[in-house]
């Protein structure tokens, strides 16, 4: 059974910075990329940032030059780093995951359960 335990949302003024912590356990044979996406009431989840094992990285365009992804292998851990936050990064941020956690099945998305960031004006 594969994990995905969030950690660092909370409340924050606008201009300050938080960081989100994402990570995996369970019975992991690979991981093959890990994200950030977030989800406000009434609108569809969007992709924030996401990165693969070698490096690439893709960002939002809201939050380039702001948020930074990065991802230790070792932990099965992945990093949001969020800078100078507006109100409007108050979401519902998401960890998502591409795991191959069984052989027979293959590679699948993982979620976690969110974690709320609000940031006031």
């Known amino acids: 059974q594969v994990q995905l335990m969030e950690s660092g949302g909370g409340l924050v003024q606008a201009g300050g910075s938080l960081r989100l912590s994402c990570a995996a356990s369970g019975n992991i044979f690979s991981i093959n990329g890990m994200g950030w996406y977030r989800q406000t009431p009434g609108k569809q989840r969007e992709l924030v940032a996401h990165?693969?094992?070698?490096?690439?990285?893709n960002y939002a365009d809201s939050v380039k030059g702001r948020f930074r992804i990065s991802l230790d292998n070792a932990k099965n851990t992945v990093y949001l780093q969020m800078n100078t936050l507006k109100p409007e990064d108050t979401a519902v941020y998401y960890c998502?995951?591409?795991?191959?956690?069984?052989?027979?099945?293959?590679?699948?998305?993982?979620w976690g359960q969110g974690t709320q960031v609000t940031v006031s004006s």
């Open positions: 998502n995951a591409w795991i191959l956690a069984d052989l027979h099945v293959g590679s699948k998305d993982y």
């Open positions: 990165t693969t094992g070698g490096g690439r990285t």
